[in-house]
């Protein structure tokens, strides 16, 4: 293969767009092999919150909350508009519960107990128990994947660098197309390197994928009422798009953009989501024509 900086621009840009991807998948496998482990031994299967945190943070959890004390009748919704009922703070089972039936205690919109403080703290216990447990990223596992994001960075920025240098040397000016393509993959080794979910936490929530497998093949025959916490269990782990509209309509007037997508099947999963636990708680691309010759 000759020098690619002597590529022109279109075969340049191909050059760069397939380097790029190779580099930030790599980094991508490299980063979750080395934190892949044996998920704990004890890990707790019974707090759907802490599943729902696992999976798409803080605010799934408070969106978990909500729906699960609706459906237990602590909550009452109407439109977008939900309040508690009297005392209803009595009978929270967790710390997330009781801050949301706290910040409800007047009539309040789902959406803003996202930026309420007390709930904000209820559902950090969760992250650093998750850290604790290795699932979350905290701030070891920030470091330790800091020199491999970094190579990967130079790698991307480097290369780019290089061509742009070329490209002027030879009288070449229209190189914006090359930067915008080197900053959306210099975003994604970021991004790779910020996740919130360590590959041993991908791993929790493949198995619960699979051992909720069943609870999902018959959401449809869910029913209201909180006589059980399977349906907080399907919230929790393939997110609140996996309730059935028929019998949870409230969903969608509550948290509408959550409520079209997907439920999201890196969740967790079907046996064990009875009575027990909490008791109803339950790249972009671009060009850069004329890069170079």
């Given amino acids: ?33 080395s934190e892949k482990q044996d998920p704990p031994a004890r890990w707790d299967y019974t707090d759907p919150y802490k599943i729902a945190y696992l999976r798409g943070g803080i ?57 309420d403080l007390s709930s904000q703290f209820a559902g950090e216990n969760y992250r650093q128990v998750l850290i604790a447990e290795g699932l979350v990223a905290g701030p070891e596992t920030y470091g330790r994947r800091l020199p491999p994001a970094l190579i990967a960075l130079g790698l991307i920025i480097g290369v780019a660098a290089i061509k742009i240098v070329v490209a002027l040397m030879r009288g070449r000016h229209n190189l914006g ?21 360590t590959g041993a936490g991908d791993e929790i929530i493949h198995q619960m994928t699979l051992r909720f497998r069943s609870l999902k093949l018959r959401a449809g025959s869910l029913r209201p009422g909180g006589m059980t916490n399977e349906a907080a269990f399907l919230a929790a782990v393939f997110g609140l798009a996996a309730l059935s509209e028929d019998y949870f309509p409230f969903v969608k007037a509550l948290f509408p953009k959550t409520s079209s997508r997907n439920a999201d099947t890196g969740g967790c999963g079907s046996s064990g989501c009875g009575s027990s636990g909490c008791g109803g708680g339950g790249c972009g691309g671009g060009g850069c024509g004329g890069c170079g010759s």
């Fill in 1 to 33: 293969m000759g020098n690619p900086f002597d590529l022109r621009g279109p075969q340049f840009l191909l050059f760069y767009f397939v380097f790029g991807v190779a580099v930030n998948l790599v980094l991508r496998i490299l980063i979750l092999r």
């Fill in 59 to 115: 605010s799934e959890a408070l969106r978990v909350a909500i729906f699960s004390l609706i459906d237990r009748g602590l909550l009452m919704a109407d439109g977008d508009l939900i309040v508690a009922k009297p005392r209803a703070s009595a009978f929270a089972q967790r710390p997330i519960e009781k801050a949301v039936l706290d910040f409800f205690d007047g009539p309040g919109r789902a959406r803003d107990v996202f930026a």
């Fill in 177 to 197: 197309l090359l930067f915008i393509l080197a900053a959306v993959f210099a975003f994604w080794a970021f991004a790779t390197w910020r996740r919130q979910r």
